[in-house]
């Protein structure tokens, strides 16, 4: 059934299938970059392989040709959704028909075309939709699942404050029990869909109690989103501050199995589990546009520069690194898959894979030279974009002190 779904999609999500090609820089013939060198390709389900070729397609003909320009102007490119609506890999997560390693690929092959691609993507599938569907009643999720999977509505995920990042237990945010509805009072930053948003995940005290979260329709009196200007990073993401000013909400609105900081913690690791698979796709980027770069770019005696040997070797470590954080992200894929994920393997995936894509990213961009700090290419949109990534759904250092916790049993936080 599920092949049958995932073959009749107009269009689908991706992968890298790169292969070594065994010329010598005396040659004419471009040589295919290095992103499969231990040949995971090969393991890749035909759907899977069918998904990939489409969503490639779709970022090569539909996303890359425009996120120069809405990355300069600081613009989400709404023009797009249409289209991701139609890749139907949302559709499959509102379904619960799709599995963990096809939708990292497709997170994988989206942020190919831009961080913020796939962060939309993210927030609405790993945010907002797997809070509905893990802690949603069966009304909310016959209303909210079908149109957010078509993206008829967007959806935003309102957790973090702007003094409470790393600590979300410590949010300011209060919801108030009446007799017929809750009155939520409090502000949200860094809320990315923010300002296009149908429906935002509030997450609040609830009467001063425990944290819960709420379904709130952004059409409400009293509530707000504010664009954050002044981002030299994810330019191109709707990014906002969310204000609710006695926000009064039905008792529908309360997501009944939510039942602490928990209940949204476990839903950042939904989203941290797609970030894992998509930095491979901005690392794996940055190096096939630099190899090309460097392949017709003669320097000393009219050699390209890739024929040198400082460059070869730097080509061959991030070639390495970008295989590991393939290998981490398959495993945690297959863990997932067989309901043996827990908190530290999501972790070592986000703090890995995140930090070995900027690294790429940065020797991409000074290998590209004068080059590499001009819009011509997108290494440097890549490199800015993952300053952020590195940074949200938890800093590493906090995901180094989850590993720090599972290897000595010592909690070094509250």
């Not at 017929?180 to 930053?189: A, E, F, H, W």
């Not at 001063?208 to 200007?229: C, H, M, Q, W, Y």
Request: with cysteine.
């Amino acid at each position: 059934m599920l092949r049958k779904k995932l073959l009749s999609m107009a269009r689908g999500f991706i992968i890298l299938h790169y292969r070594m090609k065994t010329t010598t820089h005396k040659s004419a013939e471009p040589r295919e970059p290095i992103l499969d060198v231990y040949e995971l390709d090969d393991d890749w389900s035909e759907e899977q392989k069918t998904l990939i070729r489409q969503v490639r397609r779709f970022v090569d003909q539909e996303i890359l040709p425009i996120m120069r320009e809405h990355h300069t102007q600081g613009t989400f490119p709404v023009q797009l959704l249409p289209g991701i609506a139609r890749l139907g890999i949302l559709e499959a997560v509102a379904s619960g028909d799709i599995d963990p390693i096809t939708y990292g690929l497709a997170m994988r092959e989206l942020e190919r075309g831009g961080s913020e691609i796939r962060s939309l993507a993210s927030v609405q599938g790993s945010l907002v939709m797997s809070a509905i569907s893990m802690f949603g009643s069966a009304e909310q999720k016959k209303i909210w699942l079908e149109p957010l999977g078509k993206l008829e509505s967007i959806g935003c995920f309102g957790l973090t404050e702007s003094d409470f990042g790393s600590n979300p237990s410590g949010l300011r945010t209060r919801a108030e029990e009446h007799q017929n509805s809750y009155r939520i009072t409090g502000s949200k930053c860094w809320i990315t869909n923010g300002t296009m948003a149908d429906v935002a995940i509030i997450w609040a005290h609830c009467n001063n109690k425990s944290i819960r979260g709420f379904l709130v329709e952004t059409d409400r009196k009293g509530f707000e989103a504010r664009a954050i200007k002044g981002k030299w990073s994810f330019r191109a993401s709707d990014t906002a501050e969310l204000f609710l000013d006695n926000v009064e909400v039905p008792k529908s609105a309360l997501l009944p199995e939510s039942t602490s900081v928990g209940s949204a913690l476990a839903c950042l690791n939904q989203a941290r589990y797609g970030i894992a698979w998509g930095v491979i796709g901005a690392a794996a980027a940055c190096i096939d546009e630099t190899r090309r770069h460097l392949l017709g770019r003669p320097q000393f005696d009219g050699k390209p520069l890739a024929s040198h040997q400082l460059i070869q070797s730097k080509l061959a470590w991030m070639a390495t690194d970008l295989t590991a954080m393939q290998l981490i992200a398959k495993r945690l894929g297959e863990l997932k898959r067989d309901g043996r994920e827990h908190s530290h393997h999501v972790s070592l995936a986000k703090m890995n894979n995140c930090r070995k894509a900027l690294e790429i990213s940065r020797c991409c961009r000074e290998l590209l030279g004068a080059s590499g700090i001009h819009d011509e290419h997108h290494v440097g949109r890549h490199m800015v974009n993952l300053e952020t990534v590195v940074t949200y759904e938890g800093t590493e250092h906090i995901h180094s002190l989850v590993l720090g916790h599972y290897m000595t049993g010592i909690r070094a936080f509250s």
